[in-house]
């Protein structure tokens, strides 16, 4: 079985590792217009030694976006600017992903830093979409619009040509969002998902809106790059999404041309009871990987190089993606490889500090 440093080849795409960098939000958009911040951030961990650097979270509408600050992908000008870091993250010989997102009816929330509660319209906010017309609780309690028939195919329609825009400025890697309580996710879960027509109720129901919209994206993007799909793949609450759901969405979205599965969990709501501890969220990578027959990512509460080798080599996980242990350390990568004896070469410029 392969190991972590081992390379990893998904459609035409090689990964020189089988080290992701998860999508993380940085809140740091204008109109969602990245800037230098996300080029360094982004840049840094691709010369730290990543195989892939998955770009965070991007709203395909400006009413999909989680804060203010989120970035976006709806207009051309937006595309111009992830051009550059996805430029720089291939220069550093790693593949550049993106993760196209709507956030539903989490939308239009303060930055973490000022609360993160839901905004009033006359402090920034702004209407919010969902499947139907309940809202998340907590801090965020604006009650959102059940989505129309002309919603769903604007919303698909945005996602489709966000994967154009997406591919215009040379990622090479998708990732859909269908988890974390936001728009997709909204569907899936009979939590969030009370609607009484061909779009809830029954399982083809509550899947049938993910799908149209991955089947949409997957028309643009091209056939030989990896389209990935995010999932909680449990709401871990009672009455909510399950993983043997997740098992079965996994199998179709494979007929339907996607290629991994990021096993993530939880989200939909927010007294969830979540078992967070170092891992917690592999078995869930493991039982799609073997049962629905697709690559899979693991992320969540990994920090260890023989913990993150150990997931690649038991086959739990085709990859492993980093979240908060690759902002504390953007070169985890090259120090993984030390301590595993394994080979990863850093930038020419920072060679003699390895
Ligand atoms: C953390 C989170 C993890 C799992 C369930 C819910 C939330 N997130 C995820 C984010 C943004 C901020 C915090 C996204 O998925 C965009």
Redesign the pocket.
């Given at each position: 079985m392969a190991g972590l440093f081992d390379s990893l080849q998904l459609k035409s795409v090689t990964l020189r590792n089988r080290i992701g960098v998860s999508?993380m939000?940085m809140y740091s958009a204008a109109e969602g217009l990245i800037d230098d911040w996300h080029l360094v951030h982004l840049g840094a961990r691709a010369a730290g030694g990543a195989g892939l650097v998955i770009a965070?979270?991007t709203a395909v509408a400006p009413e999909g976006r989680?804060t203010p600050g989120d970035a976006g992908i709806w207009n051309d000008a937006q595309a111009e600017r992830w051009a550059g870091v996805f430029r720089f993250v291939r220069a550093q010989g790693a593949v550049a992903g993106l993760q196209l997102?709507h956030a539903g009816r989490k939308a239009g929330a303060a930055v973490p830093w000022a609360g993160g509660a839901h905004l009033a319209d006359t402090a920034g906010g702004w209407p919010t979409l969902a499947p139907s017309a309940i809202a998340f609780g907590g801090s965020l309690g604006r009650v959102p619009a059940a989505m129309t028939d002309a919603d769903l195919a604007r919303v698909q329609a945005d996602f489709a040509a966000a994967a154009r825009r997406a591919r215009a400025a040379g990622a090479e890697w998708l990732e859909v969002?269908a988890?974390?309580?936001?728009l997709l996710h909204e569907f899936l879960s009979p939590l969030s998902n009370r609607r009484m027509d061909l779009y809830g109720g029954s399982f083809e129901n509550r899947i049938r809106f993910p799908r149209e919209v991955v089947r949409a994206v997957r028309e643009v993007w091209p056939e030989n790059l990896p389209l990935t799909v995010?999932f909680?793949c449990t709401d871990w609450a009672e009455g909510g999404w399950t993983i043997d759901e997740s098992v079965e969405l996994a199998r179709r979205l494979k007929s339907e041309g996607v290629d991994l599965i990021d096993c993530?969990?939880?989200?939909a709501v927010p007294d969830a009871k979540i078992p967070a501890a170092p891992g917690y969220q592999v078995p869930f990578a493991a039982r799609i990987r073997r049962e629905a027959g697709i690559a899979t990512a693991a992320v969540g509460l990994i920090t260890g190089a023989a913990q993150a080798d150990a997931i690649v080599r038991a086959g739990d996980a085709d990859l492993v993606l980093l979240a908060r242990e690759s902002l504390r350390d953007p070169n985890w990568p090259l120090r993984a490889a030390k301590e595993l004896g394994a080979t990863a070469l850093p930038p020419r410029q920072y060679l003699r500090a390895w």
């Amino acid at each position: 079985m392969a190991g972590l440093f081992d390379s990893l080849q998904l459609k035409s795409v090689t990964l020189r590792n089988r080290i992701g960098v998860s999508p993380m939000c940085m809140y740091s958009a204008a109109e969602g217009l990245i800037d230098d911040w996300h080029l360094v951030h982004l840049g840094a961990r691709a010369a730290g030694g990543a195989g892939l650097v998955i770009a965070e979270a991007t709203a395909v509408a400006p009413e999909g976006r989680i804060t203010p600050g989120d970035a976006g992908i709806w207009n051309d000008a937006q595309a111009e600017r992830w051009a550059g870091v996805f430029r720089f993250v291939r220069a550093q010989g790693a593949v550049a992903g993106l993760q196209l997102a709507h956030a539903g009816r989490k939308a239009g929330a303060a930055v973490p830093w000022a609360g993160g509660a839901h905004l009033a319209d006359t402090a920034g906010g702004w209407p919010t979409l969902a499947p139907s017309a309940i809202a998340f609780g907590g801090s965020l309690g604006r009650v959102p619009a059940a989505m129309t028939d002309a919603d769903l195919a604007r919303v698909q329609a945005d996602f489709a040509a966000a994967a154009r825009r997406a591919r215009a400025a040379g990622a090479e890697w998708l990732e859909v969002h269908a988890a974390h309580g936001y728009l997709l996710h909204e569907f899936l879960s009979p939590l969030s998902n009370r609607r009484m027509d061909l779009y809830g109720g029954s399982f083809e129901n509550r899947i049938r809106f993910p799908r149209e919209v991955v089947r949409a994206v997957r028309e643009v993007w091209p056939e030989n790059l990896p389209l990935t799909v995010r999932f909680s793949c449990t709401d871990w609450a009672e009455g909510g999404w399950t993983i043997d759901e997740s098992v079965e969405l996994a199998r179709r979205l494979k007929s339907e041309g996607v290629d991994l599965i990021d096993c993530s969990s939880g989200g939909a709501v927010p007294d969830a009871k979540i078992p967070a501890a170092p891992g917690y969220q592999v078995p869930f990578a493991a039982r799609i990987r073997r049962e629905a027959g697709i690559a899979t990512a693991a992320v969540g509460l990994i920090t260890g190089a023989a913990q993150a080798d150990a997931i690649v080599r038991a086959g739990d996980a085709d990859l492993v993606l980093l979240a908060r242990e690759s902002l504390r350390d953007p070169n985890w990568p090259l120090r993984a490889a030390k301590e595993l004896g394994a080979t990863a070469l850093p930038p020419r410029q920072y060679l003699r500090a390895w």
